[in-house]
């Protein structure tokens, strides 16, 4: 295997919320959840932050498992790199998003590495706003990307933060398998997709599901419905927007959805995330907006 992270599918324990956990030990378990059995997102991904790893900027290398059939970036490597919380850090609060929006200027396909510069807009007592600006880090004039979104506090963190080792950098290579069977991921029929039941590799701080895997099962999915549409899987997103509605619970987790084809020659997707552990109930809504390249 070219990478030393064992399938999301593996049950190892219960997911973890650190709302639960004592002050001494919130950031011995933090450390944990995010450690090399815990959350998949940000580790696998390789997204290095000074909030949780103490260096001097936010930056993420690409790999060729973060891009399209055409070489272009993918949208949910992007959103991850671009997590927006808000304006709030794992340092200070346990952040839950509500909103995301991305919007891709630049394909990025000769991009080896991006920097994301984050900025406040609006900082409240519980709901935060904040956006970010993705540029090539080998020439920051190039911009690739520009993101916003909306978040909560949950809950406050405890003084004393430890920063995270990242662990090591997963290399480029054509053996790479897509970023979403690494998170469990999987068609169940025409049209539909599923993540695995929740797991601490899926994750968040919480106890529910991360960001990051539902943004990589909804580009699976999209991706899946836009290509049978247009009879083509040379496609390179443009808009990416994510509601958050609800935690996801338990799981499986089954993504659906529908595409359009509209006449500027774009392909537009709609999509859902249900929890079929916890009622069905309704975790996210995904729209998404494709060009084709071919």
């Known amino acids: 295997?070219?990478?030393?992270?064992?399938?999301?599918?593996?049950?190892i324990a219960l997911a973890e919320d650190l709302r639960k956990v004592s002050l001494e030990?919130?950031?011995?378990?933090?450390?944990?959840?995010?450690?090399?059995?815990?959350?998949?997102?940000?580790?696998?991904?390789?997204?290095?932050?000074?909030a949780l790893h103490d260096v001097e900027r936010d930056s993420m290398k690409l790999r060729r498992d973060?891009?399209?059939?055409?070489?272009?970036?993918?949208?949910?490597?992007?959103?991850?790199?671009?997590?927006?919380?808000?304006?709030?850090?794992d340092r200070d609060s346990l952040p839950?998003?509500?909103?995301?929006?991305?919007?891709?200027?630049?394909?990025?396909?000769?991009?080896?590495e991006i920097e994301v510069r984050p900025s406040l807009i609006h900082l409240g007592?519980?709901?935060g706003f904040s956006q970010s600006e993705v540029v090539d880090a080998a020439n920051p004039e190039r911009v690739i990307a520009l993101s916003w979104g909306s978040g909560v506090k949950l809950?406050?963190?405890?003084?004393?933060?430890?920063?995270?080792?990242?662990?090591?950098?997963?290399?480029?290579?054509?053996?790479?398998?897509?970023?979403?069977?690494?998170?469990?991921?999987?068609?169940?029929?025409?049209?539909?997709?599923?993540?695995p039941e929740l797991n601490p590799r899926l994750a968040s701080t919480s106890g529910t599901l991360h960001l990051g895997p539902m943004h990589i099962v909804f580009e699976a999915a999209a991706m899946a419905l836009a290509a049978e549409l247009v009879g083509d899987v040379a496609l390179q997103v443009e808009a990416w927007d994510v509601l958050f509605v609800a935690p996801g619970k338990v799981g499986p987790f089954?993504?659906?959805?529908?595409?359009?084809?509209?006449?500027?020659?774009?392909?537009?997707?709609?999509?859902?995330?249900?929890?079929?552990?916890?009622h069905d109930r309704l975790v996210a809504k995904c729209f998404c907006v494709f060009r084709p390249t071919g």
């Open 1 to 11: 295997m070219p990478y030393e992270f064992a399938s999301a599918t593996r049950r």
């Open 25 to 50: 030990q919130f950031w011995q378990r933090f450390g944990a959840m995010l450690g090399a059995d815990g959350l998949l997102t940000y580790r696998y991904l390789g997204r290095r932050t000074p």
């Open 66 to 89: 973060m891009r399209n059939s055409a070489g272009g970036l993918m949208a949910a490597p992007l959103a991850i790199a671009t997590a927006e919380a808000g304006g709030r850090t």
């Open 96 to 112: 839950a998003p509500v909103t995301y929006a991305l919007h891709v200027l630049d394909a990025a396909s000769d991009v080896s």
């Open 125 to 127: 007592r519980t709901l």
């Open 155 to 195: 809950a406050d963190a405890p003084p004393d933060f430890v920063p995270i080792d990242p662990g090591p950098e997963i290399e480029d290579s054509a053996a790479l398998p897509p970023l979403h069977e690494v998170f469990g991921a999987r068609r169940r029929t025409p049209g539909e997709w599923e993540l």
């Open 254 to 278: 089954v993504s659906s959805g529908d595409a359009l084809r509209g006449r500027m020659g774009r392909v537009a997707c709609r999509l859902s995330l249900h929890d079929r552990g916890n």
